[in-house]
Protein backbone atom coordinates (compact mmCIF):
# COMPACT_ATOMS: atom_id res chain seq x y z
CA UNK A 1 0.00 0.00 0.00
CA UNK A 2 3.01 1.99 1.08
CA UNK A 3 4.48 1.82 -2.24
CA UNK A 4 1.03 2.69 -4.65
CA UNK A 5 1.50 5.93 -2.84
CA UNK A 6 4.71 6.72 -3.33
CA UNK A 7 4.12 5.88 -6.91
CA UNK A 8 1.56 7.96 -7.48
CA UNK A 9 2.79 10.71 -8.72
CA UNK A 10 4.05 8.68 -11.99
CA UNK A 11 0.58 6.60 -11.98
CA UNK A 12 -2.02 9.52 -11.56
CA UNK A 13 -0.41 10.75 -14.96
CA UNK A 14 -1.43 7.83 -17.45
CA UNK A 15 -4.49 7.52 -15.40
CA UNK A 16 -5.86 10.59 -15.91
CA UNK A 17 -4.77 10.27 -19.94
CA UNK A 18 -6.73 7.41 -20.10
CA UNK A 19 -9.48 8.71 -18.66
CA UNK A 20 -9.42 11.96 -20.64
CA UNK A 21 -9.23 9.55 -24.11
CA UNK A 22 -12.43 7.57 -22.46
CA UNK A 23 -14.64 10.29 -22.19
CA UNK A 24 -13.37 11.84 -25.24
CA UNK A 25 -14.42 9.25 -27.26
CA UNK A 26 -17.47 8.48 -25.29
CA UNK A 27 -19.09 11.92 -25.33
CA UNK A 28 -17.90 13.73 -28.20
CA UNK A 29 -19.39 17.09 -26.92
CA UNK A 30 -17.46 17.94 -24.09
CA UNK A 31 -16.00 21.31 -24.28
CA UNK A 32 -11.85 21.31 -24.95
CA UNK A 33 -12.26 23.59 -21.87
CA UNK A 34 -13.14 20.76 -19.37
CA UNK A 35 -10.84 18.18 -20.70
CA UNK A 36 -8.23 20.89 -20.26
CA UNK A 37 -9.31 21.67 -16.63
CA UNK A 38 -9.33 17.97 -16.10
CA UNK A 39 -5.69 17.56 -17.39
CA UNK A 40 -4.40 19.77 -15.60
CA UNK A 41 -5.95 19.30 -12.35
CA UNK A 42 -4.15 15.51 -12.83
CA UNK A 43 -0.90 17.38 -13.86
CA UNK A 44 -1.23 19.25 -10.31
CA UNK A 45 -2.49 16.03 -8.48
CA UNK A 46 1.15 14.81 -9.54
CA UNK A 47 2.87 17.42 -8.63
CA UNK A 48 1.07 17.52 -5.22
CA UNK A 49 2.02 14.42 -4.65
CA UNK A 50 5.68 14.51 -6.05
CA UNK A 51 5.77 16.83 -3.26
CA UNK A 52 4.85 14.66 -0.50
CA UNK A 53 6.88 11.99 -1.24
CA UNK A 54 9.69 14.12 -1.75
CA UNK A 55 9.25 15.46 1.83
CA UNK A 56 8.73 11.76 3.04
CA UNK A 57 12.18 10.19 1.05
CA UNK A 58 13.17 7.80 -0.88
CA UNK A 59 11.59 4.34 -1.49
CA UNK A 60 12.39 1.52 -3.56
CA UNK A 61 10.00 -0.26 -5.98
CA UNK A 62 10.09 -4.16 -7.16
CA UNK A 63 10.95 -3.77 -10.68
CA UNK A 64 14.62 -1.71 -10.80
CA UNK A 65 12.72 1.73 -10.00
CA UNK A 66 13.60 3.93 -7.20
CA UNK A 67 11.47 6.53 -6.00
CA UNK A 68 14.44 9.04 -4.55
CA UNK A 69 14.42 12.98 -4.45
CA UNK A 70 15.56 13.34 -8.16
CA UNK A 71 12.95 11.65 -9.17
CA UNK A 72 10.09 13.64 -7.65
CA UNK A 73 11.97 16.94 -8.56
CA UNK A 74 11.62 15.18 -11.98
CA UNK A 75 8.15 14.55 -11.36
CA UNK A 76 7.23 17.85 -10.37
CA UNK A 77 9.24 20.20 -12.83
CA UNK A 78 7.83 17.48 -15.81
CA UNK A 79 4.26 18.35 -13.77
CA UNK A 80 4.80 21.91 -14.56
CA UNK A 81 5.90 21.96 -17.88
CA UNK A 82 3.36 19.87 -19.34
CA UNK A 83 0.69 22.10 -17.58
CA UNK A 84 2.52 25.50 -19.01
CA UNK A 85 2.22 23.18 -22.39
CA UNK A 86 -1.01 22.44 -22.31
CA UNK A 87 -2.44 26.05 -20.82
CA UNK A 88 -0.18 27.45 -23.61
CA UNK A 89 -1.92 25.71 -26.29
CA UNK A 90 -5.62 26.65 -25.80
CA UNK A 91 -5.66 29.09 -28.49
CA UNK A 92 -3.72 27.30 -30.74
CA UNK A 93 -5.83 23.82 -30.68
CA UNK A 94 -8.98 26.49 -30.29
CA UNK A 95 -8.66 28.53 -33.28
CA UNK A 96 -7.66 25.22 -35.99
CA UNK A 97 -10.38 23.07 -34.41
CA UNK A 98 -7.81 20.72 -33.87
CA UNK A 99 -9.33 17.35 -31.32
CA UNK A 100 -8.34 17.86 -27.78
CA UNK A 101 -8.38 14.15 -25.88
CA UNK A 102 -5.79 13.26 -27.72
CA UNK A 103 -3.74 15.76 -27.43
CA UNK A 104 -3.95 16.10 -23.90
CA UNK A 105 -3.66 12.11 -23.41
CA UNK A 106 -0.06 12.24 -25.48
CA UNK A 107 1.12 14.64 -23.54
CA UNK A 108 0.13 13.23 -19.76
CA UNK A 109 1.34 9.77 -21.64
CA UNK A 110 5.05 11.67 -21.93
CA UNK A 111 5.22 13.12 -18.84
CA UNK A 112 4.22 9.03 -17.26
CA UNK A 113 7.72 8.40 -19.82
CA UNK A 114 9.58 10.90 -18.23
CA UNK A 115 8.96 10.28 -14.97
CA UNK A 116 9.77 6.47 -16.00
CA UNK A 117 12.74 7.69 -17.21
CA UNK A 118 13.77 9.84 -13.99
CA UNK A 119 13.21 6.32 -12.22
CA UNK A 120 14.42 3.78 -13.85
CA UNK A 121 17.67 2.16 -12.06
CA UNK A 122 17.96 -0.42 -15.21
CA UNK A 123 18.46 -0.31 -18.99
CA UNK A 124 14.87 -1.91 -19.82
CA UNK A 125 12.83 0.49 -17.55
CA UNK A 126 14.90 3.32 -18.79
CA UNK A 127 14.23 2.34 -22.74
CA UNK A 128 10.95 1.96 -21.58
CA UNK A 129 10.24 5.29 -20.59
CA UNK A 130 12.63 6.78 -23.56
CA UNK A 131 10.05 5.29 -26.20
CA UNK A 132 7.39 5.99 -24.36
CA UNK A 133 7.78 9.75 -24.49
CA UNK A 134 9.48 9.51 -27.90
CA UNK A 135 6.15 7.61 -29.58
CA UNK A 136 4.29 10.45 -27.82
CA UNK A 137 6.85 13.16 -29.46
CA UNK A 138 6.55 12.08 -32.85
CA UNK A 139 2.87 12.13 -32.75
CA UNK A 140 2.66 15.15 -31.48
CA UNK A 141 5.13 16.60 -33.81
CA UNK A 142 2.90 15.77 -36.94
CA UNK A 143 -0.24 17.35 -35.08
CA UNK A 144 -1.51 19.55 -37.70
CA UNK A 145 -2.27 18.55 -41.29
CA UNK A 146 -0.10 21.01 -42.61
CA UNK A 147 3.27 19.82 -44.85
CA UNK A 148 5.59 20.99 -42.51
CA UNK A 149 4.34 19.26 -39.55
CA UNK A 150 3.85 16.27 -40.95
CA UNK A 151 7.22 16.50 -42.13
CA UNK A 152 8.90 17.17 -38.98
CA UNK A 153 6.92 14.01 -37.59
CA UNK A 154 8.45 11.87 -40.06
CA UNK A 155 12.01 13.48 -39.60
CA UNK A 156 11.66 12.70 -36.15
CA UNK A 157 10.19 9.12 -36.42
CA UNK A 158 12.85 7.88 -38.75
CA UNK A 159 16.08 9.70 -37.03
CA UNK A 160 14.60 9.05 -33.42
CA UNK A 161 13.54 5.47 -34.00
CA UNK A 162 17.17 5.21 -35.60
CA UNK A 163 18.64 6.46 -32.56
CA UNK A 164 16.74 4.08 -30.34
CA UNK A 165 17.77 1.13 -32.24
CA UNK A 166 22.11 2.55 -31.18
CA UNK A 167 21.03 3.08 -27.60
CA UNK A 168 19.54 -0.37 -27.76
CA UNK A 169 22.64 -1.85 -29.44
CA UNK A 170 24.52 -0.12 -26.61
CA UNK A 171 22.58 -1.61 -23.92
CA UNK A 172 22.78 -5.33 -26.03
CA UNK A 173 26.53 -5.15 -25.67
CA UNK A 174 26.00 -3.42 -22.06
CA UNK A 175 24.59 -6.87 -21.39
CA UNK A 176 27.29 -8.42 -23.15
CA UNK A 177 29.96 -6.56 -20.88
CA UNK A 178 28.74 -6.70 -17.72
CA UNK A 179 25.97 -10.22 -17.37
CA UNK A 180 23.10 -7.50 -16.40
CA UNK A 181 21.21 -4.35 -17.18
CA UNK A 182 21.80 -2.83 -13.71
CA UNK A 183 23.06 0.63 -14.16
CA UNK A 184 25.31 0.13 -11.58
CA UNK A 185 26.84 -3.11 -12.80
CA UNK A 186 30.04 -3.91 -12.88
CA UNK A 187 31.78 -4.78 -16.25
CA UNK A 188 33.47 -8.03 -16.70
CA UNK A 189 35.06 -7.01 -20.06
CA UNK A 190 36.68 -3.76 -20.63
CA UNK A 191 36.48 -3.62 -24.24
CA UNK A 192 32.92 -4.37 -24.68
CA UNK A 193 32.43 -1.84 -22.31
CA UNK A 194 33.94 0.74 -24.33
CA UNK A 195 31.90 -0.30 -27.07
CA UNK A 196 28.79 -0.27 -25.08
CA UNK A 197 29.24 2.98 -23.45
CA UNK A 198 29.90 4.90 -27.32
CA UNK A 199 26.70 3.41 -28.35
CA UNK A 200 25.05 4.49 -25.46
CA UNK A 201 26.14 8.16 -25.16
CA UNK A 202 25.51 8.48 -29.06
CA UNK A 203 21.74 7.09 -28.44
CA UNK A 204 21.47 9.60 -25.55
CA UNK A 205 23.20 12.41 -27.06
CA UNK A 206 20.80 12.35 -29.58
CA UNK A 207 18.20 12.64 -27.59
CA UNK A 208 19.57 15.88 -25.51
CA UNK A 209 20.49 17.11 -29.32
CA UNK A 210 24.21 17.45 -28.21
CA UNK A 211 26.55 17.93 -31.25
CA UNK A 212 27.37 15.19 -33.67
CA UNK A 213 23.85 14.17 -33.70
CA UNK A 214 21.62 17.33 -33.17
CA UNK A 215 20.55 17.74 -37.04
CA UNK A 216 17.56 16.58 -36.54
CA UNK A 217 16.58 19.58 -33.65
CA UNK A 218 15.79 22.84 -36.53
CA UNK A 219 13.92 20.89 -38.62
CA UNK A 220 11.71 19.33 -35.97
CA UNK A 221 11.29 21.96 -34.66
CA UNK A 222 10.68 24.29 -37.17
CA UNK A 223 7.75 21.94 -38.51
CA UNK A 224 6.40 21.24 -35.17
CA UNK A 225 2.74 23.20 -34.39
CA UNK A 226 4.21 26.33 -32.09
CA UNK A 227 2.89 24.64 -28.62
CA UNK A 228 4.09 21.85 -29.49
CA UNK A 229 7.38 23.23 -30.41
CA UNK A 230 7.60 24.33 -26.68
CA UNK A 231 6.91 20.75 -25.36
CA UNK A 232 9.87 19.41 -27.24
CA UNK A 233 12.31 22.42 -25.60
CA UNK A 234 11.11 21.98 -22.38
CA UNK A 235 9.57 18.51 -20.93
CA UNK A 236 11.63 16.38 -23.43
CA UNK A 237 14.57 18.11 -23.21
CA UNK A 238 14.29 17.91 -19.50
CA UNK A 239 13.45 13.81 -19.60
CA UNK A 240 15.97 13.19 -21.65
CA UNK A 241 18.78 14.82 -19.47
CA UNK A 242 17.67 13.29 -16.72
CA UNK A 243 17.84 9.87 -18.17
CA UNK A 244 21.23 11.08 -19.02
CA UNK A 245 21.74 11.88 -15.68
CA UNK A 246 20.51 8.07 -14.05
CA UNK A 247 23.12 6.62 -17.36
CA UNK A 248 26.14 8.53 -16.49
CA UNK A 249 26.11 8.63 -12.55
CA UNK A 250 25.34 4.77 -12.50
CA UNK A 251 27.54 3.93 -14.67
CA UNK A 252 30.53 5.62 -13.67
CA UNK A 253 29.74 4.62 -9.88
CA UNK A 254 30.63 0.76 -11.23
CA UNK A 255 33.35 1.60 -14.15
CA UNK A 256 37.31 2.45 -13.86
CA UNK A 257 36.78 4.13 -17.13
CA UNK A 258 37.45 7.64 -17.77
CA UNK A 259 35.04 9.84 -20.12
CA UNK A 260 35.13 12.85 -18.84
CA UNK A 261 37.32 14.08 -21.94
CA UNK A 262 34.51 12.73 -24.01
CA UNK A 263 32.06 14.77 -21.87
CA UNK A 264 34.27 18.12 -22.48
CA UNK A 265 34.51 17.59 -26.20
CA UNK A 266 30.62 16.96 -26.66
CA UNK A 267 29.65 20.11 -24.45
CA UNK A 268 32.09 22.17 -25.75
CA UNK A 269 31.59 21.40 -29.84
CA UNK A 270 27.01 21.31 -28.87
CA UNK A 271 27.39 24.93 -28.18
CA UNK A 272 29.54 26.29 -29.84
CA UNK A 273 27.86 24.75 -32.70
CA UNK A 274 23.97 25.82 -31.65
CA UNK A 275 25.53 29.04 -31.41
CA UNK A 276 27.29 29.87 -34.20
CA UNK A 277 24.55 28.16 -36.49
CA UNK A 278 21.77 30.35 -34.56
CA UNK A 279 23.65 33.72 -35.63
CA UNK A 280 22.14 34.29 -39.07
CA UNK A 281 18.56 32.80 -38.99
CA UNK A 282 15.86 34.78 -40.47
CA UNK A 283 12.80 32.47 -38.09
CA UNK A 284 12.75 32.76 -34.40
CA UNK A 285 11.18 29.46 -34.15
CA UNK A 286 14.94 27.71 -35.69
CA UNK A 287 16.67 29.95 -33.69
CA UNK A 288 15.80 28.79 -30.71
CA UNK A 289 15.74 25.64 -32.06
CA UNK A 290 19.35 26.06 -32.37
CA UNK A 291 19.70 28.22 -28.95
CA UNK A 292 18.05 24.84 -27.48
CA UNK A 293 21.08 23.36 -28.50
CA UNK A 294 23.53 25.81 -27.16
CA UNK A 295 21.83 25.53 -23.93
CA UNK A 296 22.10 21.35 -24.24
CA UNK A 297 26.02 22.12 -24.46
CA UNK A 298 25.72 24.62 -21.31
CA UNK A 299 24.12 21.78 -19.54
CA UNK A 300 26.16 18.92 -20.48
CA UNK A 301 28.62 20.84 -18.36
CA UNK A 302 26.72 19.59 -15.26
CA UNK A 303 27.68 15.86 -16.56
CA UNK A 304 31.51 16.74 -16.71
CA UNK A 305 31.28 17.39 -12.77
CA UNK A 306 29.65 14.81 -12.32
CA UNK A 307 32.42 12.30 -11.68
CA UNK A 308 33.84 14.46 -8.92
CA UNK A 309 30.39 15.88 -7.07
CA UNK A 310 27.11 14.32 -7.79
CA UNK A 311 24.96 16.18 -5.57
CA UNK A 312 26.55 19.59 -6.42
CA UNK A 313 25.92 18.45 -10.31
CA UNK A 314 22.86 17.28 -9.57
CA UNK A 315 21.74 20.51 -7.69
CA UNK A 316 22.90 22.85 -10.90
CA UNK A 317 21.53 20.58 -13.33
CA UNK A 318 18.16 20.55 -12.13
CA UNK A 319 18.51 24.36 -11.34
CA UNK A 320 19.18 24.90 -15.31
CA UNK A 321 16.13 22.67 -16.25
CA UNK A 322 14.04 24.34 -14.13
CA UNK A 323 15.31 27.73 -15.15
CA UNK A 324 15.79 26.71 -18.69
CA UNK A 325 11.83 25.65 -18.81
CA UNK A 326 10.47 28.94 -17.80
CA UNK A 327 12.18 31.16 -20.18
CA UNK A 328 12.13 29.07 -22.89
CA UNK A 329 8.62 28.28 -22.41
CA UNK A 330 8.38 31.90 -21.97
CA UNK A 331 9.72 32.98 -25.25
CA UNK A 332 7.83 30.51 -27.25
CA UNK A 333 4.81 31.38 -25.52
CA UNK A 334 5.02 35.03 -26.72
CA UNK A 335 5.56 33.24 -30.69
CA UNK A 336 1.86 31.38 -29.48
CA UNK A 337 0.67 34.65 -28.89
CA UNK A 338 1.54 36.02 -31.78
CA UNK A 339 0.06 33.58 -34.35
CA UNK A 340 -2.96 33.92 -36.32
CA UNK A 341 -5.75 31.34 -36.41
CA UNK A 342 -3.97 29.99 -39.65
CA UNK A 343 -0.28 30.53 -39.57
CA UNK A 344 2.47 30.92 -37.19
CA UNK A 345 4.32 34.58 -37.56
CA UNK A 346 7.53 33.23 -36.59
CA UNK A 347 9.89 35.41 -39.16
CA UNK A 348 11.80 38.59 -37.47
CA UNK A 349 10.00 41.22 -39.88
CA UNK A 350 6.92 39.96 -38.04
CA UNK A 351 8.05 41.02 -34.41
CA UNK A 352 9.23 44.24 -35.87
CA UNK A 353 7.66 47.76 -34.03
CA UNK A 354 6.48 45.37 -31.78
CA UNK A 355 7.52 47.41 -28.89
CA UNK A 356 5.03 50.31 -30.29
CA UNK A 357 2.25 47.75 -30.69
CA UNK A 358 2.20 45.88 -27.82
CA UNK A 359 4.51 47.31 -25.37
CA UNK A 360 3.96 44.71 -22.55
CA UNK A 361 4.24 41.57 -24.96
CA UNK A 362 7.59 43.24 -26.42
CA UNK A 363 8.89 43.48 -22.93
CA UNK A 364 7.70 40.10 -21.55
CA UNK A 365 9.68 39.15 -24.78
CA UNK A 366 12.77 40.88 -24.53
CA UNK A 367 12.47 39.49 -20.55
CA UNK A 368 12.91 35.72 -22.00
CA UNK A 369 15.52 36.45 -24.60
CA UNK A 370 17.64 38.48 -21.88
CA UNK A 371 17.06 35.78 -19.64
CA UNK A 372 18.38 33.04 -22.45
CA UNK A 373 21.12 34.84 -22.88
CA UNK A 374 22.05 35.24 -19.51
CA UNK A 375 21.72 38.83 -18.58
CA UNK A 376 21.04 39.11 -14.30
CA UNK A 377 18.82 39.46 -12.77
CA UNK A 378 16.90 36.64 -14.41
CA UNK A 379 16.95 32.91 -13.93
CA UNK A 380 19.29 32.32 -17.11
CA UNK A 381 21.87 34.32 -15.41
CA UNK A 382 21.64 32.33 -11.97
CA UNK A 383 21.67 29.10 -13.62
CA UNK A 384 24.18 29.36 -15.72
CA UNK A 385 26.05 31.43 -12.83
CA UNK A 386 25.33 28.56 -10.58
CA UNK A 387 26.87 25.64 -13.01
CA UNK A 388 29.92 27.57 -14.32
CA UNK A 389 30.95 28.29 -10.50
CA UNK A 390 30.49 24.13 -9.94
CA UNK A 391 32.67 23.30 -12.96
CA UNK A 392 35.09 26.21 -11.95
CA UNK A 393 35.10 24.88 -8.07
CA UNK A 394 36.53 21.38 -9.68
CA UNK A 395 39.14 22.93 -11.89
CA UNK A 396 37.63 22.90 -15.39
CA UNK A 397 38.76 26.66 -16.19
CA UNK A 398 39.14 26.06 -19.94
CA UNK A 399 35.56 25.16 -20.08
CA UNK A 400 34.19 27.61 -18.31
CA UNK A 401 36.45 30.23 -20.80
CA UNK A 402 34.94 28.28 -23.35
CA UNK A 403 31.11 28.67 -22.43
CA UNK A 404 31.67 31.78 -20.94
CA UNK A 405 33.08 32.86 -24.77
CA UNK A 406 29.68 31.19 -25.95
CA UNK A 407 27.58 32.93 -24.06
CA UNK A 408 28.80 35.98 -25.15
CA UNK A 409 28.29 35.21 -29.08
CA UNK A 410 24.81 34.41 -27.90
CA UNK A 411 24.24 37.76 -27.22
CA UNK A 412 24.32 38.89 -30.60
CA UNK A 413 21.05 36.73 -31.59
CA UNK A 414 19.08 37.28 -29.39
CA UNK A 415 19.18 40.82 -29.19
CA UNK A 416 17.79 40.62 -32.79
CA UNK A 417 14.54 40.06 -32.04
CA UNK A 418 14.59 42.69 -29.52
CA UNK A 419 16.30 44.85 -31.84
CA UNK A 420 13.78 44.53 -34.47
CA UNK A 421 10.96 44.92 -31.69
CA UNK A 422 12.05 48.68 -30.34
CA UNK A 423 13.63 49.56 -33.74
CA UNK A 424 12.12 48.17 -36.75
CA UNK A 425 9.58 49.31 -38.78
CA UNK A 426 6.50 46.83 -39.02
CA UNK A 427 6.30 45.99 -42.36
CA UNK A 428 2.55 44.87 -42.98
CA UNK A 429 -0.54 45.71 -41.10
CA UNK A 430 -1.74 43.06 -39.69
CA UNK A 431 -4.00 43.65 -36.22
CA UNK A 432 -2.55 41.87 -32.80
CA UNK A 433 -4.78 39.12 -31.92
CA UNK A 434 -7.14 39.51 -29.27
CA UNK A 435 -6.44 38.89 -25.48
CA UNK A 436 -5.46 35.28 -25.13
CA UNK A 437 -5.90 34.70 -21.53
CA UNK A 438 -4.14 31.70 -21.31
CA UNK A 439 -1.40 32.37 -22.77
CA UNK A 440 -1.04 35.55 -21.31
CA UNK A 441 -1.44 33.85 -17.73
CA UNK A 442 1.43 31.35 -18.82
CA UNK A 443 3.45 34.33 -20.23
CA UNK A 444 2.50 36.01 -16.70
CA UNK A 445 4.14 33.30 -14.25
CA UNK A 446 7.08 32.73 -16.59
CA UNK A 447 7.53 36.22 -16.39
CA UNK A 448 7.58 36.51 -12.91
CA UNK A 449 9.12 32.80 -12.02
CA UNK A 450 12.28 34.01 -14.32
CA UNK A 451 12.66 37.05 -11.88
CA UNK A 452 12.12 35.03 -8.34
CA UNK A 453 15.15 32.68 -9.71
CA UNK A 454 17.14 35.27 -10.35
CA UNK A 455 16.94 37.64 -7.79
CA UNK A 456 16.41 34.92 -5.11
CA UNK A 457 17.69 31.65 -5.78
CA UNK A 458 18.46 30.57 -2.37
CA UNK A 459 15.16 28.40 -1.71
CA UNK A 460 15.22 26.58 -4.75
CA UNK A 461 18.42 26.16 -4.58
CA UNK A 462 18.47 24.61 -0.87
CA UNK A 463 15.59 22.17 -2.31
CA UNK A 464 17.35 21.13 -5.08
CA UNK A 465 20.49 20.73 -3.36
CA UNK A 466 19.02 18.14 -0.81
CA UNK B 1 36.88 -12.83 -25.79
CA UNK B 2 38.32 -15.78 -27.32
CA UNK B 3 34.79 -17.31 -27.69
CA UNK B 4 33.85 -14.37 -29.86
CA UNK B 5 36.21 -15.55 -32.66
CA UNK B 6 34.35 -18.08 -34.74
CA UNK B 7 31.42 -15.25 -34.86
CA UNK B 8 34.24 -12.93 -36.30
CA UNK B 9 35.22 -16.24 -38.95
CA UNK B 10 31.75 -16.22 -39.34
CA UNK B 11 31.19 -12.87 -40.16
CA UNK B 12 34.47 -12.70 -42.28
CA UNK B 13 33.12 -15.97 -44.43
CA UNK B 14 29.85 -13.84 -44.75
CA UNK B 15 31.17 -10.73 -46.02
CA UNK B 16 33.48 -12.66 -48.52
CA UNK B 17 31.18 -15.41 -49.63
CA UNK B 18 28.51 -12.27 -50.43
CA UNK B 19 31.48 -10.26 -52.24
CA UNK B 20 32.56 -13.20 -54.24
CA UNK B 21 29.07 -13.56 -55.77
CA UNK B 22 28.59 -10.03 -56.51
CA UNK B 23 32.04 -10.30 -58.23
CA UNK B 24 31.17 -13.28 -60.07
CA UNK B 25 27.79 -12.63 -61.20
CA UNK B 26 29.18 -8.98 -62.68
CA UNK B 27 32.14 -10.64 -64.66
CA UNK B 28 30.14 -13.65 -65.65
CA UNK B 29 26.70 -12.05 -65.92
CA UNK B 30 25.91 -10.37 -69.16
CA UNK B 31 24.48 -6.78 -67.81
CA UNK B 32 22.82 -5.94 -71.07
CA UNK B 33 19.47 -3.41 -70.05
CA UNK B 34 16.51 -4.46 -72.69
CA UNK B 35 13.08 -3.09 -72.07
CA UNK B 36 11.52 -6.45 -70.95
CA UNK B 37 14.37 -7.28 -68.51
CA UNK B 38 13.95 -3.75 -66.87
CA UNK B 39 10.06 -4.57 -66.42
CA UNK B 40 8.51 -5.36 -63.01
CA UNK B 41 8.36 -9.16 -62.78
CA UNK B 42 5.00 -10.38 -61.69
CA UNK B 43 5.15 -14.11 -61.56
CA UNK B 44 5.79 -14.10 -64.90
CA UNK B 45 2.45 -13.20 -65.95
CA UNK B 46 2.50 -9.77 -67.99
CA UNK B 47 1.56 -6.75 -65.98
CA UNK B 48 -2.40 -5.82 -66.28
CA UNK B 49 -2.80 -2.68 -64.04
CA UNK B 50 -0.53 -0.08 -62.66
CA UNK B 51 1.17 -0.92 -59.46
CA UNK B 52 0.05 2.14 -57.50
CA UNK B 53 -3.24 2.11 -56.72
CA UNK B 54 -4.74 3.68 -54.27
CA UNK B 55 -5.73 1.81 -51.30
CA UNK B 56 -8.28 2.99 -48.81
CA UNK B 57 -6.70 4.27 -45.50
CA UNK B 58 -9.60 1.89 -43.25
CA UNK B 59 -7.59 -1.22 -44.88
CA UNK B 60 -4.43 0.59 -43.08
CA UNK B 61 -6.40 1.19 -39.78
CA UNK B 62 -7.34 -2.13 -39.49
CA UNK B 63 -4.18 -4.01 -40.43
CA UNK B 64 -2.54 -1.71 -37.79
CA UNK B 65 -4.78 -2.61 -34.90
CA UNK B 66 -4.19 -6.10 -35.74
CA UNK B 67 -0.81 -5.61 -35.15
CA UNK B 68 -1.41 -4.06 -32.25
CA UNK B 69 -3.23 -6.76 -30.61
CA UNK B 70 -1.50 -9.71 -31.77
CA UNK B 71 1.68 -8.50 -30.66
CA UNK B 72 0.33 -7.73 -27.30
CA UNK B 73 -1.47 -11.00 -27.05
CA UNK B 74 2.47 -12.18 -27.81
CA UNK B 75 3.44 -10.16 -24.92
CA UNK B 76 1.13 -12.19 -22.92
CA UNK B 77 2.45 -15.84 -23.58
CA UNK B 78 5.76 -15.29 -21.17
CA UNK B 79 3.24 -14.18 -18.64
CA UNK B 80 1.19 -16.94 -18.59
CA UNK B 81 3.60 -19.54 -18.95
CA UNK B 82 5.51 -18.22 -16.03
CA UNK B 83 2.05 -17.87 -14.16
CA UNK B 84 2.62 -21.06 -12.54
CA UNK B 85 6.25 -20.98 -10.87
CA UNK B 86 5.49 -17.16 -10.12
CA UNK B 87 2.66 -18.67 -7.84
CA UNK B 88 4.51 -21.33 -6.46
CA UNK B 89 6.95 -18.45 -5.48
CA UNK B 90 4.23 -16.48 -3.33
CA UNK B 91 3.95 -13.88 -5.91
CA UNK B 92 0.28 -14.67 -7.20
CA UNK B 93 -1.53 -11.69 -6.62
CA UNK B 94 1.14 -9.22 -7.69
CA UNK B 95 1.80 -11.13 -11.20
CA UNK B 96 -2.38 -11.46 -11.91
CA UNK B 97 -2.97 -7.68 -10.82
CA UNK B 98 0.11 -6.87 -13.42
CA UNK B 99 -1.54 -9.18 -16.54
CA UNK B 100 -5.11 -7.34 -15.35
CA UNK B 101 -3.44 -4.39 -15.96
CA UNK B 102 -1.85 -4.90 -18.82
CA UNK B 103 -5.18 -6.42 -20.66
CA UNK B 104 -7.09 -2.83 -18.76
CA UNK B 105 -4.81 -0.58 -20.99
CA UNK B 106 -5.44 -2.86 -24.13
CA UNK B 107 -9.30 -2.81 -22.92
CA UNK B 108 -9.15 1.04 -22.82
CA UNK B 109 -7.46 1.58 -25.88
CA UNK B 110 -10.26 -1.20 -27.49
CA UNK B 111 -13.41 0.79 -26.17
CA UNK B 112 -11.62 3.91 -27.35
CA UNK B 113 -11.25 2.38 -31.09
CA UNK B 114 -14.86 1.44 -31.24
CA UNK B 115 -16.16 4.56 -29.57
CA UNK B 116 -13.99 7.09 -32.44
CA UNK B 117 -15.26 5.10 -35.22
CA UNK B 118 -12.62 3.83 -36.80
CA UNK B 119 -14.18 0.54 -37.24
CA UNK B 120 -17.21 1.91 -38.92
CA UNK B 121 -17.26 1.06 -42.01
CA UNK B 122 -19.82 2.70 -44.54
CA UNK B 123 -19.72 6.30 -43.37
CA UNK B 124 -16.00 6.53 -42.97
CA UNK B 125 -15.10 8.49 -39.99
Not at chain 1, 155 to 167: D, H, R, T
Not at chain 1, 338 to 360: I, Q, T, Y
Request: glycine share 8%; charged share 10%.
Amino acid sequence: MNILIQSLPLLIMPAVAAFILLIGAMWRRISGESLLIMAVAGLVAALFFGWQGFLAGTASFPADIIFDKIFYLTVIIIAIALALAMLVSYNYLAERKLPWPEYLALLLFAGFGAGLMAAGTDFIVLFIGLETISIAAYVLAGYTRDGSSKEASIKYFLMGAFASAVLLFGIAFFYGATGSVLLSAAPINKLLMVLALALIISGAAFKVAAFPFQWWTPDVYEGSPLPVTAFFATAVKAAAFIMLFRIVAGISGGLGLKFESLLIALSVATMTFGNLAALFQENIKRMLAYSSIAHAGYMLIAFVVLGKDANLAGAALLFYILAYIVMSMGAFGVLIYLSGGEKEFCNMPDVAGLGRRSPWLAAVFGLFLLSLAGFPPTAGFVAKFYLFKSAMAHGYVLLVIAAVINSLISVYYYMRPVVAMYFGEFQQERSLPKIRYSVAGVLIFCAIFVIILGLAPATILAILSH
Amino acid sequence: MLSYVPVLILFIFALLLGGAFVFLSYFLGRPKKTTTKLNPYECGVEQATLPRIPVNIKFFAVALMFLLFDVEVALLYPWAAYFKSMVSEGLGTFVLIEGLIFIGILFVALVYIFRTGILHWENGK
